[in-house]
C-alpha cells in the first residue's frame, strides 16, 4: 500500500483527481445555481423545454459527450482559418487536457446541482421573498442575503454529488486525457489493470480506495458545511414567480438557448457531421455524405454489434430484474415495515453513491475466484451484477417514494378479506405503483445502456458495451466510427426518455429529473 500511495504515477494522478474534481464542481454549482435560478423565480418563458434541455445533458453517456466536444474543433479550426488565423493549424486540440476535463465535468455535471437547487428553491417561502422586496430589497439582495442562503443544503447536496461523479468519471478524462499522459486516478487504475501483471489488481485496489478516500471526504464536507449554516422554514410554495425579468425577458430567454445550443446541440452537431464524413479531410457536403460508419458499427463490426447486443441486453435485463426486487423490498419496506429491511434500505444507496471505479474493484474482488463452481470473472455476468448493485436505489426510490403515499387501508382491508399474497400484490399494489416501476425502469435502461466506468474495467472478449466500443474505436483511430456509435447512443437515449416522459406523465413531480 505505502509503495503504491507515494509513487509518482499516484500522486499525480491524485493531485490531477482533485483539481479536476474542485473546479469541475465549482463549474457545475455556479451553472447550475444561476440557470435553477433563473427558470425557478422568473417569469422565463419555455420553461418546460429549458429544464429538458438542460438536464438531457447529464442523461448522455459522458464518452460521447467528450467524443462530441472533440469534433467540434475541427470546423472551428477551419473558420478561424478561413476568418484569416492561419496559425491556428499548428495548435492541437485545446479540449484534451486539464482545462478540458474541468470545463466538460463542470458542464456535464450541472444538472445535478440544477436539480437539487431547483427543488430546494420551489419550497422557499413566497411570503419571505415578498416581505423583503415590501422592504426595499433589491433582486440582487433578496438572492444573496435570503434565497441562495436558504437553499444552502440543496446547493451542498447537489455539489457534493457533482464532487463525487468528477472524481469518479472515467469516460471524459479517459478521452481528453489520456491522449496528453493527463492521467486521473480512474484512468491510472484502468492502465494498472491493462497491464495484466501480478501486481495488477492489488495496486488497482489501493488506487480505488483512495478515490473512495476523497468521495468520503467530498460527502463529509458536504455535511458539515449544509448542517453549521442554514436556516429552517416551513416550505410553501408560490403561485406565480417572485422576479419578472420585464423588458430583459426576451434578452434572458434569447441568452439562455444560446448557451444550450453551444453547450448541447453544437457538439452534437460537430460529431454527427463526423459520422457522416466518408473521409478524414474531405469536406461534408450532400453529395460526399455517407451512412457508411453506420453499416460498419450496426452490421459489418461483430464487435461492434456484439456491444450493441451485449448493452440492450444487460440494461433491459437490470432493469426487469430490479423492477421485480424493488417492488418485492418496497413493499416490506414500507407495509410489513420489516425493520431489518428498513435497515437495509440505507446501504442501497452505497453502490450508487460510490465512485465505479471503486464498486468496480469491489465486484473484482468479490467474484475473482469461483463460487460453487461457477466462476463469474472474465464473462458478461459480473457486469451484469455490477449493474444490479448500481442501479438498485434508482429503481427502488421512486416505488418507495409512492407507497408512501398510498393509504395502508387498502392492503389492510384486502388482507382482513382473505386476499392471498399473490392477489394482493397482482389486483392492488403492481396497479397503483407500475407507472413508478415503469419510469424507474426507463432510468435504469437509460443509465445502463451507456454506461463506461464500470464495464470498462469488468469487460472481457466477448462482452463489450457500447461505453466501451466507442472508447476503443476513437482509442484505434476509427474516429468516424465512434461517432456513428456516439450519434446511435443519443437517438437511444431520446428514445428511452421520451418513453419514460410518456410513462411518467401521472407521477408525482420529481421522480422522473427532467419533469421536477
Not at 478540458?100 to 440544477?114: K, Q, T, W
Not at 437539487?116 to 426595499?136: C, D, Q
Not at 418485492?328 to 471505479?357: H, S
Not at 464498486?359 to 449493474?387: D, E, K
Request: charged share 10%; hydrophobic share 55%.
Amino acid at each position: 500500500m505505502l509503495a503504491v500511495l507515494w509513487a509518482p504515477s499516484t500522486l499525480t494522478a491524485t493531485w490531477h483527481s482533485i483539481e479536476v474534481g474542485l473546479v469541475g464542481t465549482l463549474i457545475a454549482s455556479v451553472y447550475g445555481l444561476v440557470v435553477a435560478t433563473l427558470v425557478t423565480l422568473s417569469d422565463i418563458r419555455r420553461r418546460h423545454w429549458i429544464v429538458y434541455a438542460f438536464v438531457v445533458q447529464a442523461m448522455l453517456p459522458p464518452q460521447v459527450v467528450a467524443l462530441a466536444w472533440l469534433q467540434i474543433w475541427a470546423p472551428l479550426r477551419d473558420v478561424l482559418q478561413a476568418l484569416g488565423w492561419e496559425e491556428v493549424s499548428a495548435f492541437s486540440n485545446p479540449l484534451q487536457g486539464r482545462v478540458g476535463i474541468m470545463v466538460l465535468l463542470g458542464i456535464h455535471y450541472a444538472p445535478l446541482v440544477f436539480l437539487t437547487v431547483r427543488a430546494g428553491l420551489l419550497n422557499v417561502p413566497a411570503e419571505v421573498i415578498e416581505a423583503a422586496r415590501v422592504n426595499g430589497a433589491t433582486p440582487w439582495v433578496v438572492l444573496t442575503r435570503i434565497v441562495w442562503p436558504l437553499v444552502t443544503p440543496s446547493l451542498a447536496a447537489g455539489a457534493a454529488l457533482a464532487f463525487v461523479s468528477c472524481i469518479g468519471n472515467f469516460g471524459i478524462p479517459a478521452f481528453l486525457g489520456i491522449p496528453g499522459n493527463y492521467l486521473v486516478l480512474p484512468t491510472l487504475i484502468y492502465r494498472e489493470l491493462s497491464g495484466f501483471g501480478l501486481s495488477a489488481v492489488p495496486n488497482a485496489t489501493v488506487l480505488s480506495f483512495l478515490v473512495s478516500v476523497l468521495a468520503g471526504l467530498g460527502i463529509w464536507l458536504q455535511h458539515r458545511f449544509a448542517n453549521d449554516g442554514h436556516f429552517r422554514v416551513s416550505p410553501s410554495r408560490g403561485v406565480v414567480a417572485p422576479f419578472k425579468l420585464k423588458r430583459a425577458q426576451d434578452w434572458v430567454e434569447a441568452s439562455l438557448l444560446v448557451v444550450l445550443f453551444v453547450l448541447l446541440l453544437a457538439p452534437l452537431a460537430a460529431l454527427l457531421g463526423k459520422s457522416l464524413t466518408p473521409a478524414p479531410g474531405v469536406p461534408l457536403t450532400l453529395s460526399s455524405m455517407t451512412l457508411e460508419h453506420y453499416a460498419y458499427v450496426l452490421i459489418d463490426n461483430d464487435a461492434t454489434t456484439r456491444a450493441f447486443v451485449n448493452s440492450i441486453g444487460l440494461s433491459v435485463g437490470a432493469a426487469l430484474v430490479l423492477a421485480f426486487i424493488s417492488l418485492m423490498l418496497a413493499f416490506l419496506i414500507e407495509y410489513r415495515k420489516n425493520p431489518w429491511l428498513t435497515r437495509l434500505g440505507y446501504f442501497i444507496e452505497v453502490p450508487y453513491v460510490l465512485p465505479g471505479v471503486v464498486l468496480s474493484m469491489a465486484i473484482i474482488l468479490l467474484y475473482i475466484h469461483p463460487i460453487f463452481g461457477f466462476s463469474l470473472y472474465n464473462s458478461i455476468a459480473i457486469i451484469f451484477v455490477a449493474y444490479l448493485a448500481r442501479f438498485l436505489a434508482i429503481q427502488l426510490r421512486p416505488i418507495v417514494g409512492v407507497l408512501q403515499q398510498l393509504p395502508v387501508d387498502l392492503f389492510e382491508a384486502a388482507e382482513v378479506f382473505g386476499a392471498p399474497f399473490l392477489s394482493r400484490m397482482r389486483k392492488i399494489v403492481i396497479p397503483l405503483v407500475l407507472p413508478s416501476v415503469t419510469a424507474g425502469a426507463m432510468l435504469v435502461v437509460l443509465l445502463a445502456l451507456n454506461e463506461l466506468t464500470i464495464s470498462a474495467l469488468l469487460w472481457s472478449s466477448g462482452s463489450e458495451t457500447l461505453g466501451v466500443a466507442v472508447f476503443s474505436l476513437e482509442q484505434g483511430g476509427e474516429s468516424s466510427a465512434a461517432a456513428a456509435i456516439g450519434m446511435v447512443c443519443v437517438a437511444l437515449a431520446n428514445l428511452v426518455i421520451l418513453l419514460a416522459t410518456l410513462a411518467g406523465r401521472r407521477l408525482p413531480s420529481g421522480v422522473l429529473p427532467w419533469r421536477a
